[in-house]
């Protein structure tokens, strides 16, 4: 849910005289690959002789009739919601509870053809449970709740997604920013878009700071002329022709610092549909691509299926004798409420069109067009400055400090050596922060294309020469022996 709504609620549900208070809102689905997640849409407030608050609280059933039709009229599936004003951290259900959430499920689906939701808030620490009730029998409960806001926060089902155990490397970690902090940010699920230059180093600083589960998404492979940006990547990398995400899954291992970790491989694109359900899985992900079709995806999926997008990159000028005149980069993140990649200027809508028929990367449409190549300058000195940008956009959305959360957009430029704070707001009739919470109901962007699979193919059936194979199967041999022989010690 939006930080917006989660605030509409917690106002409704906590009452100044301590009682407890119920709620109904409405939900849209958001379907990944192994995750549903129901993305609260719309509050709808009891009318007078429509809930009954006694201490405990209680529905009518015309207050669940009303909102299940309305809900069904939007395509949309219930929330029943009740709080615990002297409850802390994730609620179970009690009998009453569940028997009252069990009655209103057949009323509910027979409805809205949708499983019935149920949330609680513990007003102590202000933390949500929920569950769906797919059918009488019994709730199945939901792993987590997250409020998007400019401040990331999640309340975690510990039965679920257990508290990962703090370890001696990760020390002066915890000690600047705290156990309660470490147990949230280490359970994120955080996808890495791009293995170049900049998504390599965040994914290895995220598999260092502690988080257990980090997805990387790119299907390239490393190139020779990728060495003098991607650090770690090696010379037999690019003579192996091995795919970024498989040199990143290598660095990520080297570096973590969690007693269990792993990294997730999608040998995908972000703008086709296998990639866009795998994405749909994760709590945050970076933006690490150049292209505008797959930023646009990106952009449509923070606002539409509110997974927090932290995007940016660089931009290098030269001089017609080829000193360099300047560097800008830039930093951002995407959240209902803050501006979205065209309203920051970021990306033009017609050029998603034109990435999508290839035409930004022919030369004799770019000259005809009267355009400007794109740009491929880049150095590994400055890299690190952006991949930098975009961690300590992370840091602030999910450790607040200072007790605040993400920044305005920033733009650092290099030749005067300014940081500047966009005034970028979101405009009116933004299409994409019109769209929050719609879900599944999203304008498709992604679309089926084989070029990519035939990159990845070709890539899987290709046999390298001998020596570089065995070379290949040393190198994975003393990793796999140094991984069992020295494991990441846990605190003592």
């Known amino acids: 849910m939006t930080g917006e709504v989660e605030a509409t609620m917690r106002d409704h549900l906590l009452r100044d005289d301590g009682q407890e208070d119920v709620l109904i809102a409405t939900y849209a689905r958001s379907t990944g690959n192994e995750r549903t997640t129901a993305l609260i849409k719309s509050v709808i407030f009891p009318r007078e002789g429509e809930r009954h608050v006694h201490g405990n609280a209680s529905f009518t059933s015309g207050y669940v009739l009303r909102a299940s039709t309305q809900a069904r009229a939007l395509g949309h599936g219930v929330v029943l919601l009740h709080s615990h004003p002297r409850g802390r951290g994730w609620q179970q259900l009690s009998n009453m509870d569940k028997e009252t959430e069990s009655e209103y499920e057949r009323v509910a689906r027979g409805i809205t053809k949708m499983p019935l939701l149920g949330m609680t808030l513990g007003g102590r620490d202000i933390s949500w449970s929920a569950r769906f009730w797919f059918d009488r029998s019994g709730p199945t409960w939901a792993e987590s709740v997250r409020s998007v806001s400019p401040k990331l926060a999640v309340t975690w089902n510990d039965e679920l997604r257990r508290i990962p155990r703090v370890t001696r490397s990760q020390q002066r970690t915890v000690s600047s920013w705290g156990e309660r902090t470490q147990a ?45 940006r991607m650090i770690g990547a090696t010379r037999l990398d690019a003579a192996l022709g091995r795919s970024k995400v498989k040199v990143a899954a290598r660095l990520m291992k080297s570096s973590a610092t969690a007693e269990s970790f792993q990294v997730r491989l999608h040998e995908l694109s972000i703008t086709d549909p296998v990639g866009l359900s795998a994405a749909l899985d994760y709590d945050v992900i970076f933006s690490c691509v150049d292209g505008p079709w797959p930023r646009a995806v990106l952009n449509a999926i923070a606002y539409a299926d509110l997974i927090p997008v932290i995007d940016g990159g660089i931009a290098l000028d030269t001089f017609p004798d080829g000193r360099m005149r300047n560097g800008i980069w830039r930093a951002h993140t995407l959240v209902p409420g803050s501006p979205c990649m ?15 028929g290839g035409l930004l990367d022919d030369p004799e449409y770019i000259a005809g067009a009267h355009r400007d190549a794109p740009s491929r300058q880049n150095v590994a000195a400055l890299s690190a400055s952006v991949s930098g940008a975009l961690l300590a956009q992370f840091v602030s959305l999910t450790a607040h400090p200072g007790g605040r959360g993400i920044p305005a957009p920033l733009r650092y430029i290099l030749s005067t050596h300014s940081l500047e704070h966009s005034s970028a707001k979101s405009g009116l009739h933004c ?38 194979r065995a070379l290949a199967a040393a190198e994975d041999f003393l990793q796999h022996t140094a991984s069992r022989i020295i494991p990441v010690a846990p605190r003592g």
Request: proline residues 3%; contains cysteine; charged residues 25%.
């Open 184 to 228: 949230s940010i280490s359970r994120l699920r955080v996808l890495v878009v791009g293995s170049g230059s900049v998504g390599l180093d965040v994914a290895q600083r995220l598999a260092a700071t502690g988080l257990a589960t980090v997805g990387v998404m790119d299907y390239d492979a490393v190139e020779t002329v990728n060495l003098d």
């Open 342 to 356: 065209v309203c920051l200027g970021q990306l033009v809508m017609g050029d998603i069109s034109l990435d999508k």
């Open 431 to 468: 299409p994409y922060e019109n769209a929050t919470a719609s879900g599944d109901a999203r304008t498709p962007i992604a679309e089926h294309r084989e070029d990519w699979r035939t990159v990845v193919h070709e890539r899987a059936t290709k046999r390298s020469p001998f020596r570089l």
